[in-house]
């Protein structure tokens, strides 16, 4: 029986150790933390030409690319909201770079095969900026990542500005009017077209299944006519 339940509490606690993406989301900063500094090896060196990313290169006391905000989001290629949120954070990054926008993707796999799937899955959806392999999770411990997508926004100081855990329909809208909030342009600022179509993905999903539904209940009532006609006849 000593055994048994011995057995069962070590893979309870292995379970529980694993990063998870659903109803009860909590980070280990909040807003007005600091962020603690890191260094991780690069997935993707040949597109950034880095094999190495630090945070303070980009933020902090005495940067080498200084930038006014610096999206930090913690994933896992097993994570599907993680590969949703991927094609929007590279559109983000290309679209507001030039106001001082950057970002890195902490992939927290451990096995080799599965940081390869993680680097062709950035290359899939157009990921330019450092894709970096937390594969002891030393760093998403660090930050207390316990669920997954979890989004840091930093600032130039090296302060979290806000946090995000999971990715919802109304994700993306909230972390546009955080990052530009955090490179000062103003929200009343027309949305580019790219982007508001990660806004209105969740809508125009509902309108076609709206559509979808309207189309059979066209068809079923036409097949009724017919039915009625032929019986008349």
């Not at 694993?18 to 690069?42: H, I, M, Q, R």
Request: proline share 5%; aromatic share 8%; net charge positive.
């Amino acid at each position: 029986m000593k055994v048994k339940s011995l057995v069962v509490g070590v893979v309870l606690g292995a379970f529980c150790a694993l990063p998870v993406y659903g109803a009860e989301l909590e980070a280990g900063f909040s807003a007005g933390d600091s962020a603690p500094n890191f260094t991780l090896k690069t997935v993707n060196g040949d597109v950034v030409d880095l094999k190495y990313a630090a945070l303070d290169r980009y933020v902090g006391k005495d940067p080498k690319e200084p930038k006014k905000a610096l999206l930090l989001s913690f994933f896992a290629t097993y994570c599907d909201p993680c590969k949703k949120e991927m094609p929007f954070l590279a559109t983000l990054v290309k679209e507001y770079r030039a106001k001082g926008l950057e970002a890195f993707l902490v992939s927290i796999d451990k096995k080799e095969e599965d940081i390869k799937i993680a680097k062709d899955l950035a290359a899939e959806h157009g990921v330019d900026f450092p894709v970096l392999a937390d594969r002891y999770n030393i760093v998403a411990k660090r930050y207390g990542v316990n669920n997954l997508p979890c989004v840091y926004l930093i600032n130039a100081g090296s302060q979290i500005d806000w946090v995000s855990i999971g990715y919802e329909k109304d994700s993306p809208a909230k972390l546009l009017a955080a990052v530009r909030q955090a490179i000062g342009e103003p929200l009343t600022d027309p949305v580019p077209a790219h982007i508001q179509v990660f806004l209105d993905h969740g809508e125009v999903k509902k309108q076609s299944q709206k559509s979808k539904k309207s189309k059979k209940s066209k068809k079923a009532k036409k097949a009724k006519k017919k039915r009625k006609s032929k019986k008349k006849s």
